[in-house]
Nanobody
Framework: QVQLVESGGGSVQAGGSLRLSCAAS????????MGWFRQVPGKEREGVAT??????????TYANSVKGRFTISKDNAKNTVYLQMNSLKPEDTAMYYC?????????????????WGQGTQVTVSS
């Protein structure tokens, strides 16, 4: 079993920055892949960024819409995954969720993740 708790959401003006945190606990083998997803009411949840257990730069995957603006990272000692969001746009407004799964290969597909946090709201105003 895996528990995920997100924090760091809030309201910011366009062009600003936020850093989301996801504190994870539970079976480490079930957290080989960790990722951030987001959802706007009335729309499907979409993948934002993922990272594998070793946390290497080459293992990170980003949605095209956030490449160059968002950075995913992890601190294994703290069992925490971060999402640094820079140059935020109004279209980044959404509920952001942390997710985890035991897959060896990480991707941005929602259905590949078994464990989910409760989410943290990000609102970007123009």
């Amino acid at each position: 079993q895996v528990q995920l708790v997100e924090s760091g959401g809030g309201s910011v003006q366009a062009g600003g920055s936020l850093r989301l945190s996801c504190a994870a606990s539970g079976d480490s083998d079930s957290r080989r892949c960790m990722g951030w997803f987001r959802q706007v009411p009335g729309k499907e949840r979409e993948g934002v960024a993922t990272i594998t257990s070793d946390g290497s730069i080459s293992s990170r995957t980003y949605a095209n819409s956030v490449k160059g603006r968002f950075t995913i990272s992890k601190d294994n000692a703290k069992n925490t995954v971060y999402l640094q969001m820079n140059s935020l746009k109004p279209e980044d407004t959404a509920m952001y969720y942390c997710a985890a799964d035991r897959n060896f290969w990480c991707d941005l597909e929602v259905y590949n993740y078994k464990y989910w946090g409760q989410g943290t709201q990000v609102t970007v105003s123009s």
